[in-house]
């Protein structure tokens, strides 16, 4: 079936990083001019962007109001305008700290890595939505922000808030400035991707996280792409806007003891 994808011009934040990457390379398998956005992996997304034929490499740091303004107008400039934009840049803390535990200033670097960068992200997109008319804006949330995770309540919170508070206000304000603008999200479950790698290398973590799961298995980073550039698609998706794709193998919550 065709994505009707070919030749819109598409930004992929966190695109050095697993999903992002493997989310640049299937849209650009659609034929997709691909903006990919890194922080700090400059050497990561270029190995991507070799992969994606007329990709353009953008830096910012997505927790910094000016930079987001800047990747906006240099994605702008180099692309001759934005249809797409798949927010998926963010930080997941590896360290297992409950909340007692949790100091300010790790919560505070959390919620501006994920919350803030979204935000951030989403309002440079729909900026240039309201500029063309059109868009569609796919967010990446976890299943963290829907059962929770204990020893990552700063995360959890900072995914709960885009798939829920952030994304549902938003697919209502897109349509003021673009009637068939659509805004969804992707909630991954666990994922193998290189922020999970290292604890997912643990054999009996695999077993726990999979407990709850019909389909007792760790996702691929190509498995959440594929749901991403489904939402992006107005031919596949044009009537689906608010809502949450769970790529999570069926999850139904989390094993809490055992």
């Known amino acids: 079936m065709e994505t009707g994808l070919a030749g819109k011009r598409v930004l992929v934040t966190g695109a ?119 868009g569609s804006l796919v967010l990446v949330g976890s299943t963290a922000g829907i059962y929770g995770e204990a020893g990552h ?27 068939l603008g659509r805004v969804n999200a992707v909630c991954p479950g666990w994922t193998i991707s290189p922020m999970t790698r290292s604890t997912l290398d643990d054999p009996s973590v695999i077993d726990r996280a999979t407990r709850t799961m019909a389909l007792r298995k760790v996702a691929q980073v190509e498995d959440v792409a594929r749901q991403i550039v489904v939402l992006a698609s107005d031919e596949l998706s044009g009537h689906v806007t608010g809502q949450v794709v769970v790529v999570a193998g069926g999850m139904e919550g989390r094993v809490l003891h055992g």
Do not use: M
């Open 153 to 179: 309540a700063d995360y959890a919170s900072a995914k709960s808030a885009v798939v829920r508070g952030l994304l549902l206000s938003l697919k209502n304000e897109v349509v003021r400035v673009s009637p």
């Open 16 to 134: 050095s990083g697993g999903i992002g990457a493997a989310c640049a390379r299937a849209f650009a398998a659609e034929g997709c001019r691909v903006g990919i956005h890194y922080h700090q992996g400059l050497e990561r997304a270029q190995a991507v962007a070799a992969d994606c034929e007329g990709s353009v490499l953008l830096q910012a740091d997505l927790r910094r109001e000016d930079e987001a303004d800047r990747l906006f107008a240099e994605a702008r400039e180099a692309l001759g305008g934005l249809d797409v934009c798949a927010a998926v840049a963010g930080v997941w803390p590896e360290e297992d700290v409950p909340l007692w535990e949790l100091s300010l200033d790790r919560w505070q670097a959390t919620l501006a890595a994920n919350l803030t960068a979204t935000f951030l992200t989403a309002r440079g997109f729909l900026r240039e939505v309201e500029a063309s008319g059109h």
